[in-house]
Each structure stands twice: as C-alpha cells, then as structure tokens.
C-alpha cells in the first residue's frame, strides 16, 4: 500500500512544481478532486495555483505534509463494487505484509568513519603477528646485521659448471674447441666419440685379443695387490726380518751389477746412500730424538714392546750410518773391530775414514798417537766387542760385568743401552788422563807442602765458587773408575773427597808447571795428605767462622743492653713521644668544632682603640659549640684515629640509586663483578663485552623482511616432511631477498 | 740415582706459527689480582675520556648545489651513491667515496620537492613545485646530452612529498591529496582525501609495504592503507609535524619530527599518546631518519644541529654541529649504519660518522675485543658521576647553549606555575598529567 502511496505522491509532487503546463495541471488536479470526492467522505483543501511566479512560498514546496498523500485503501474504494475487488485486495494485503523497507542510509561522513574504523582495527590486529619479533629483537643480546645471511656454501664444480658461461673471447675460443672435440667426456653415454669410433675401426678378434690381454693383467694386479696385503698383515717378526735381509741382499746384489754395468749410476747411488749416512749422523732421529722414540723410551721401563722397538730404532740408525763402501780390510787394518755405532767422539768419527781419505790432519795424527791415548784405545776396543756381543742380545751379561767389577759408581745406574755405556767409558778414560794432569801439576807445584786443612781461611775465596767444586766432585768419582783407586772407593766416606778437591783446587792456580817423572810418587803423597778426618774439618771450619764474629756474642742480656743503648745513642736528639703526644694534642683541638663570638666592638657601646666589649655582651653573642661524642682514640695513649671524614672520594661515588636498579646491592654487586680479561677467562670475557649490534662493514642493512621471518617462523615451528629449499632457509643462510618471495609463492600454491 | 724433574708439556707454551700470538696462563685466584671494581672505574673514565679525544665526526663535505638542498634520498644498492634535490630545481647525484658530483640534472622549476628511488634502482623520481613528476634513468645513457626524464607526469596540484614502495612498482605523491601510482598508467590509480588542503610529507612502510603514513599542514599525522579506498586515521599534535620517518625493523613503530622542537615516537596501533618523546632541539625539528638498524634515529633541525637518538630515550646521544651549518633540512642516515649525511639552507652535503669516536675501517680482532671492553666498561660505570659528565658533555654553539638555557627557564617557572595552582586550589582539581599525554590533541578515527 505504501508503495503505491509514493508513487501517487511523487506523481502529484511533480504537477505541484511543475509550471510548464498550467491547463494540464489544472485539468489533472480536477480529476484527483473529483476521485477523492467519489467516496464522499472527505474534502480536498489543495490549493489551487493558476500562475507561475518567480518567488515561490516555502511553504508550497513542501510536499510532506500527510495530507497530499493518497492512501491505498482511497484508491480501493473506487473499485469496491467491481468484481475482482476481492482478489486484488487481497493480493495487496500480501504484498504490503511480505515488503520490508531497507533503512535510510548513512551520511557519508558517518560512514567513511565507520570503514576507517573498521579497517584501522583490521590492521592493528594484523600488526600484532610482529609484537613477538619486535621483542625478540629488543631483548637480545646481540644483533648482527643484517639479519639474513648471504648464501656463502661453497659451489660444487657441477654448479659451477651449469652456470658457467665463456665471456672472454679464449674462453669462448676454448668452449668451441671443446664442443668440437670427439674426446669429450660426456655423462650419457659411457664412451666418447673417438673412442666409439675406434671401437668400430677395430675388428672383432682383435677386440677379443685386447680384451683377454687386458683382463688378464688386471687380474695380475689384483693378484700382486692381494698377496701385498695379506703379508702386510702378517704380524712374524721372523717373517719380516727374513723379508728385510731378503731385500737387502736383493739390493746388495743390484749394486753390485749395478757397478759392473752402470759406473756411473753407481756412483750416483752410493752418494745418495752417503748423503743418507751422513743426514743420519747429523738428526736424533734414530736416537731418541723424534717424539716417539720419547717415548718410547719413558715407556720402556714397563714395555717389553716399547724396549724392543727402542732396540729396533737403534739398530736401524746403526745400519744406516754404517760405512758399506770403505773396503773391509782396510778398516781393519787401521783399529781391529773399529766401529762407528753411535760413538759421538769427534776424533772417533773421523778417524777410520783418515786412514783412507784425504784429510791431513788425522794422517798426521795417527801416527803420532802417543802414551796416555793407548788407554783410550783399549776402551773403544771394549766398548767394539761389547758391540759385537750386543748383536747378540746380550746385554744383561755385560752388565753382570759391570757391576761385579765395580769400578764406576755411575753403573749403578746402568742403562740397557750399550751405546751410552760406550760413551760413558770413553768419557771416562778421558777423565782419567785429565786427572792425571791436575795432579802431576798439582804435586809438583806443592813439592811436598802439607796441604792442611788449617789454610782454609785462604780457601774459602775459592770454596765460594759453589758449581766449580760440584763439577770436580764429578770427575773426581769418575777417576775412581781406575783400578788404582778401587780400595779407597770401598773405605773412604764423600765428604773426604770434598776435601780432596778442594785442596786441590786450591793448589791448581798457584802452580802452573808439571813435572811428569814425579808423577807416581807424588800421587801417592797425596793420598797420604788428603787422608783426614772429615769431622776434623768440620769442627775447624766452625771455629774459624767464630774468631770471625765480632765480640757482641758473649752475653744475651749484655746484648739487649747494648741494643738499647744504641737506639738511645741513635735518637737521642729527637723526643718522639714527646712530639707524638703534642701532635695529638693539636689533632684533638683542631677536630673541636670551635664557638662563634658574634660581638661587634664598639655595637651599643664605646669604641675605639683598646676598649675590649663588655663581659656580658661577649657572653651575650658567643654561640657555644655542641659538645662533640668521645674520640676514638681517647683511651688509645700511641694512636691519633683522625674524626675527619675524608670527601675526596665522595665525587667519584654514585648518590642516587641509578634508574634500572631496586636496590643497593643489587647495583654494588654489579659495580663490584669485573669484566677485564685478568678477571675472567677469555670464553667469559668474550661473552660479557659481546657489543648489542653487530653490523659488517660496507654491507648494506635491508629493513626486515616479513616474508623471511614469518616463513623461518612457521618452518622452525612445523614438523614433517620439508621442501630443500625450506630446510635450507630454515638455518638462517642461504637465500637472497627474491629467492625468498618465490618460494613463499610456491608454497602458498601448494597449499591450494 | 734418579733425578725428578719440573717438566712442561711443550703444547702448552710453544705457538702453533709465528704469527700466533703467546699463550699466557693465567691465574684468575681473586687475591693476585685485588681491587678490581677501583681499577676498572679508572679504565672506564680513562676510556671515556679518549672517546672525547678521538670524537671527530665530521668527514666532509659535498658541495656544488646553487641554493639550499630539500630532499635527499639514498641508492638501495649503492652504499657510496646519493641524489640530491635543491631549491632551484637542481637535481645532482654524488659518489660519496670520491666526495664528488657525477651529475647534474636541472629537473624542476622552482623547489625540488621529493625524490624516491625505485627499489631496482634503475630509475628514480622526483617532483616539484612545477606540478610535474619525473621519472629519471640512475645511469644516464648519453652522459654528453642534455638529459631528459624517461616519463613525466603533469599534475593538477603541487606535489610536495614522493615515496616508493619497498618492493611494487607503485609510488605515492602527497600535496592536496595522497595519490597512489602505478608506474604504467598517467592518472593516480587511487587517491585518498580527508579534509586537509595540504599533506606535506608521505612514507611508505618498509615491512608492511602497503602501509603509508604522511603528515599534513593541519597538525595532523595520517596513515593510510594503500589497498582500501580509505584512510585508516588521524593523529592531531599540538603542532604541525614536518617529517615522519617509519622504524625499519619493528613495523608498527614510526617517528614524527614536530614544530614544537620535539620528536614523537608512535605506536600505530595506539595513538593516544605516544611511546615516547624525545626533546633537545631548541627549534623546529626538519627532518628525521631511522638507522638502519631500528635502535637509534637522526634528527636535522632549524636550530642548525643534528642530533642522534636512541629509540627508547629522550635525551640525544649526540650532536653534531658545524660552524657554517644553516639551518638542516635534510638528514639521511647510511644503509651500512655508519655515516650520516645532512643536507642544509647553505647548499652544502655534510657527511658525519654515526658514532663519533669510531674508528673507521677493518679493526683488528684484538682491537675489537679492547673497544668492546671499554665499550661495556663505560656501560658499567655511566652512573657514576665523573664518567656521566665526561660522556655526556657536549660543546653546543652559543645560539643554542643559550636557547637551551632560557627553555630551561620557560619549563621551570611553568613547572611553578602549575604548582602553585595545584597548591592554591581545591585538591584533585588541576590534576597531574604526563608529559607525554600533553602533546596529543585528538585522535580522529
């Protein structure tokens, strides 16, 4: 009903404005009036307008006023007698009962803030997937930027090879050459060109032929590897030294034809095996040089395996510094069983090759080899067969030996090692001659002095030299090894042996001559003489040490007396305690806090020159100072405890509680706990003073990229099966800023 | 007899190469090495001393711009390039490792108003008081002509601000209103008023690329979604803000250089007020741009002063001044976090270390550990009152030691005056209220 209200208002709404067509409206008004009288109930109070004027009332554009308006049910009357009345109003009843009218709509201002309400909260929604990031990044302890990392893998050769494109015109060159090529390896298929094509040049049984000879040398290696590896495994010992002097006289043998055949490549060979000597001889490697043979040696002790390859190690260096190509029988000839096993003497080295070689100076020598080497001679001779005998392994004999003579305090302490007894003998034989000297010198010189204990006043200048004596105790008991003082080893006590030396020593400096006739009754002189009683010496020694100490030590109770007199005598000038008392004195007063007289001369009075104020005013103005509490060191008569609080330090104090900080301690604990390397290692060092960013240097920072972050996110977070791509991002590395969009492209699809 | 030896694992002194350095054992036990917090406090003042000894910020200058330099905007690929805008028109873009102009583009009738760089960096745009947009190659192809935009844009209205997106090829003007653009079409491809007559500056989101945010001559901050058809809201300030600058890494958080000598940190999603106010310029705040790194942000003012920020302090770190500076109407903070560059009223292109002590160039690894020590050693001791003085003293021209000190003034006797209001009248009527809360007029949804 309504509807078709609106449409009849608006139809008259349009005659009422209208003012093109007067005699229209006119006619058209008339009608309306004449059906609204039909039903005769009511009157129409239109007004009626017959002119257009420029100035129209307001009032007669309204066109909301009700009563224009026609109802429905007015329109209905008129067809009340008709005959489809019935049905038409009921389908109007429907229709007005089905409409529902849609709501004016809002002004447009109210509704742009409603979407920009509505969009701003869809943001701000949107925005809060970053607040866990943002705070992250915040709370961090170091941020290194920029945040995603350059793919810096190492490109494998295929990757490099796929991407690879020729740009200079070489490389340009070298690829057409290459695509040319009929050897070009190609991966399809498993022969090249060239090589297809040589298959087809060749015939049937010729290919058979190649095929059968190389099939059978490939079985020959297979052979040869095999047999190499099963007699690598084996662990005989006998089996290998069996091998190894196999091989030796394998090699032996090629030398010798070697030298028939080929003098030159001989030459060649035997320098290369010279120059091998010769390296030997100058390295440790053999000898306890190298780490192993280290220890080795320290595991010997316990290791039967450790003493063997120590053994074996020795043996090795001994066969290679050992001379091959000077002939046999000259070196015989020269000292019987010379040998150069690991002896270090110089004269020794060179020795049995200046018997051979051009060096003048061992030609001249060996001749003149004169007395007191003959005992040297006789060592190494010992020491050849001990040699010989070690071949053999034969060592604990030799020991056995050793010990049952007894000569050498040092065979205590015996090694198995036969090289370094060697060297002991040499070295002592060595000794000996020395000690001979000194004491043919020394005897000479005294000729016949008693050497006495008495003298050590003059001694001691020397005895003072500490490392020197030590060193001559040394020799000392090496010469002991001689057989002339075998029955002195046995009785004697050490500290006579001291003794000895030092009597010698003393002796040493005066007299420089020798005279050799005398030597053997000289010796036995000073034997006579060095025989004294060691506690003898002792108790001299202390003696003499007392005439030198001044008188002071008679009397203990004399010694205070004189002590105190000193002090005395010292500070006798300065009264101390008096002056300590008088400074404390004027500490206290000026720590008093002092009145304040506050009088003004000559204020309500008379001045002038020499009136002083009165009593009552002075007592009158003065402020008397607070009564202060007791000093500290009231009681304490030698102490000044200072009251004055010291400020110096007060400028460098905080006085507030700083801003992050609840309480005291909690900022004291973080003052007092040091950062600096020399309080912490370097592990927490590093970790303390680790900056907050990080940036590179000449890398330009990219604002965060939310893509990136989210996807890391999402990849840390889920579990099951990942693309590569995926798990590559997932560390952190290894995608650039495009790479990234594209996979989050591709992901997204596959989700759909 | 068997003689027992001291002996030492040679692992343990000997250097694997010469060039290692020597190990050193170390005994940590507290009694050898005593005083600790008193000769670490000596090290930190020591430190904090030679910090101001070696501040030496200022690098150098490029000059060649007839008139004062408006805009800047940095290469996204490019640490050493930069295109410069001035008021006479006059486009240049410098390389900054040689200090020296590579070109000179005479683009615009009166003010270069905005330039943006494509994120490719192929191109860029600029656009000026002549109404026009151009879009300029970033390699010229015939550096001997005269060189010519490769598009040009006329519009109906002054262009005053340019910003490119981060990844599209879509641009954003502002002026009357916000126009947004596709690179391929001649009219905007949408355009966002509300009630403004002049939007002064515009930036686009670095992470949430869609977002922009601009701020508009009725003292307004706007941000707008660049999908819908509709602003998102509006911020009123007490003053007009000339610059805003969006938080490279948090992407909610932007920052808006205001007339009222201060800068205002905001959280978009709360508007109210904002999270932080940051104040020591004593005049009108130009410009401002985040590092690149989202923790600190450089401000130019009409004070003649640069200063440096943290994000979550209200105190400047750092300012930088020179004796001919003019007024700053352009800062740029490097994308390798370690320069900045000030464009200024008197045509010259300043560049300064961001971190004025820094030693430039590759640091030796012992070198990095010892400023790192000394770095966390004046972290440590910055309460204490000798180290704070030390750290903190700056020397200011005397326009702005003075300025500084009369605002101080101003602060104080308003400080007095509200509170003998409070104590003159009934209590609860003049309430407390934050700092922060003042600044914010409305905000308009």
Known sequence: MDETEDIFTSGGYENDSGDEDVGDDFTHNKLIDSIISLDGKRKSNRKARSETTKNIGEASLSTSSDADKIRLHQLMGALQNTTGHGMLKKQLMELKRRNKTLDTPLSKPEQGRIERRVVYEKTSKDLTLWDPIVKENRNAPQLSFPLERPNLNLQTTDQVVRSFKPRTPLEVEVAAMLRNNPHKVDKRTQLTRAEMESMKAMSLEEARERRAELQKYRALLSYQESKAKRQKKIKSKKFHRILRKEKAKQLKKEMTDLEKKDPEAYAEAVKLAEKRRVEERMSLKHRGGSKFMKNQLIHAKYDKDARNSVQEMLQHSRELTKKDHVSESESENEAEGQNEAGVTMATDDTAPSGGGSHNPWLAHSAPSQHKPYAKLEEIRNEASSDDDEDSSDENDEQNQENNGTGEDNMNDQASDNEDEETDDEIEKAFDILENKKKISKQKTNKKGKDVKIENSEEESPEESEGEDEEMITQTMKRKRTLADFNEDSNDEEVPEKVLKVRSRKKAKPRHKKKKKEKQNRENQNQEAEVRVDPKNSMTLETKINQSAIPKILDGEDQDEDDQRMTISEAFADDDVIDDFTAEKQEAEERDKPKDINLTLPGWGDWGGAGIQPSKKKTKRFLIKAPPLPPRKDKHLENVIISEAKDNSIAKHQVSKLPFPYTNVLQFESDVKAPIGKLWNPEGAFKEITKPKIVTKIGTIIDPIDKEVTFKKNKINSKTGPKQDNDTKSKKGHGKTFGGGKGQKRGNQKNKK | ?445
Request: hydrophobic share 35%.
């Open chain 2, 1 to 445: 007899m068997k003689v027992k030896l001291l002996c030492r694992n040679p692992d343990e002194y000997i250097r694997e190469t010469k060039k290692d350095i020597h190990k050193v054992p170390r005994n940590y036990d507290p009694a050898l090495h005593p005083f600790e917090a008193a000769r670490e406090y000596t090290k930190a003042l020591n430190a904090s001393k030679l910090d101001r000894v070696f501040a030496k910020p200022f690098l150098g200058s490029l000059n060649g711009h007839r008139d004062g330099i408006h805009c800047m905007s940095s290469h996204p690929s490019s640490l050493s390039t930069i295109l410069s805008g001035a008021c006479d028109g006059e486009i240049r873009q410098w390389d900054l490792a040689k200090r020296t102009c590579t070109r000179t583009i005479n683009a615009h009738e009166g003010f270069v108003r905005g330039l943006t760089v494509t994120p490719s960096a192929e191109s860029f745009y600029s656009c000026g008081d002549d109404k026009i947009i151009k879009q300029w190659r970033m390699t010229p192809e015939n550096p001997s002509e005269k060189e010519e935009p490769t598009h040009t844009i006329i519009g109906k209205t002054i262009y005053e601000g340019i910003s490119h997106h981060w990844r599209d090829n879509v641009f954003a003007t502002c002026g009357q209103q916000v126009d947004i653009w596709n690179v391929d079409r001649a009219e905007p491809v949408r355009t966002f008023t509300w009630g403004v007559d002049s939007i002064s500056h515009i930036k686009y989101n670095h992470i949430e690329t869609h977002l922009l945010a601009a701020t508009a001559s009725d003292r307004s901050i706007m941000l707008y979604d660049m999908r819908g058809s509709n602003p998102l809201r509006k911020v009123i300030l007490k003053l007009r803000s000339n610059a805003i600058a969006w938080n490279p890494m948090e992407a909610f958080i932007f920052t808006v250089a205001n007339e009222d000598y201060n800068l205002y940190t905001f959280d978009m999603r709360n508007l109210k007020e904002p999270l932080n106010l940051h104040m020591d310029h004593v005049s009108a705040v130009l410009d401002v741009d985040y590092s690149p790194t989202g923790k600190e942000f450089v401000s130019g003012s009409y004070d003649k002063s640069i200063r440096i920020f943290p994000i979550e302090k209200g105190r400047s770190r750092e300012v930088y001044h020179a004796k001919r500076m003019q007024r700053v109407s352009c800062v740029k903070w490097s994308r390798d976090n370690k320069y900045i560059l000030s464009g200024s009223d008197e045509t010259n292109i300043r560049i300064w270390k961001a971190n004025a002590s820094e030693k430039l160039g590759v640091l030796k690894p012992r070198e990095r550990a010892a400023f790192n020590e000394v770095t966390k050693l004046k972290e440590k001791f910055v309460h204490h009152p000798k180290v704070r003085r030390i750290i903190k003293h700056r020397h200011v021209p005397g326009m702005i030691y003075s300025a500084k000190k009369e605002h101080a003034i101003i602060k104080e006797s308003r400080k007095r005056k509200e509170h003998n209001r409070r104590v003159h009248s009934k209590p609860g009527a003049v309430p407390f209220v934050a700092e922060k809360k003042k600044h914010v007029v409305a905000e308009l949804e």
